[in-house]
């Protein structure tokens, strides 16, 4: 295996898809944009040229004299693992921002689901992120109930963001070309969130239990989560759902309403 193969990384060479890509970031000169895996440039150049601010974060290090030989006033590259980085200290030098805050990047897939979690907690931090994903993956954040591709993520990001999926790109405008197609998304955060939570992590947590065997009934998940079968049955009456529901098939209300009820039930038996 190459280096590049083990950090996952795979180059935009077409110009036409890094040309939709800036579209959908569409940088304005009072921009702060933060960039997820540099690379060799390819976006970060145009973005550097058109933002007000870019910062650039590469993990390989191979790469970073190359990102840094253009010297771009406006250009902050820095080596390291964004997965470690302390977001709001990345910022910190530029707060207040006059303008918006973006993050955008063509991620490599070993990293993508660990850094769209750490934007659902860091969710206040940007006004725009725009992630170049792979299809699978990308599909799974945008989908609405009743898809084969609605899942916990679906739900998670819909509550907190407008979701959308632009396009979708074939293996052969990267180098080398994965195996798999990409897909390009933008996430906007909503003025306020669609429903209220009252214990996030929790809700997290039920919510995988309720999908972990999704071709299963909603009741046989959630007597693995440790309901009796009383509370459930009350609990799907309760929330006008049937007790031959399956996960996909359930709206977000329906699985927020049926948390907060069985929470109930767990504290007031």
């Known amino acids: 295996m190459t280096r590049r193969q083990a950090l996952g990384q795979h180059f935009l060479r077409s110009q036409r898809a890094l040309t939709q890509i800036i579209e959908a970031i569409s940088p304005q000169p009072d921009d702060l944009i933060v960039e997820i895996g540099a690379g060799k440039g390819a976006l970060t150049f145009p973005l550097a040229l058109r933002g007000g601010q870019v910062i650039a974060v590469e993990k390989d290090t191979d790469l970073i004299p190359f990102l840094t030989k253009k010297s771009l006033p406006n250009l902050k590259v820095i080596q390291g693992d964004i997965l470690r980085l302390d977001w709001e200290k990345l910022l910190a030098p530029y707060h207040p921002w006059k303008g918006q805050v973006k993050l955008a990047g063509n991620l490599p897939y070993s990293i993508s689901s660990p850094v769209l979690f750490r934007v659902l907690e860091k969710r206040t931090?940007?006004?725009?992120?725009v992630f170049l994903l792979q299809r699978e993956v990308a599909e799974r954040v945008c989908a609405r109930p009743g898809s084969k591709d609605y899942a916990p993520l679906s739900i998670f990001f819909n509550i907190f963001y407008e979701t959308?999926?632009?396009?979708?790109?074939?293996?052969?405008?990267?180098?080398?070309?994965?195996?798999?197609?990409?897909?390009?998304?933008?996430?906007r955060p909503r003025l306020r969130p669609l429903y209220q939570i009252r214990d996030w992590r929790r809700f997290q947590d039920f919510l995988r239990g309720c999908f972990r065997h999704r071709r299963k009934l909603l009741v046989n998940n959630l007597k693995r989560l440790?309901?009796?079968?009383?509370?459930?049955?009350?609990?799907?009456?309760?929330?006008?759902?049937?007790?031959?529901?399956?996960?996909e098939q359930v709206a977000e209300s329906g699985f927020i309403d049926l948390f907060h009820y069985l929470q109930g039930e767990r504290k007031h038996p």
């Open 125 to 129: 931090l940007f006004s725009l992120i």
């Open 164 to 187: 959308n999926l632009v396009r979708v790109f074939p293996p052969h405008v990267f180098a080398p070309p994965p195996q798999v197609q990409s897909a390009l998304i933008t996430l």
């Open 226 to 247: 440790g309901y009796e079968e009383k509370q459930i049955t009350e609990a799907l009456t309760a929330t006008q759902l049937s007790p031959t529901v399956r996960p």
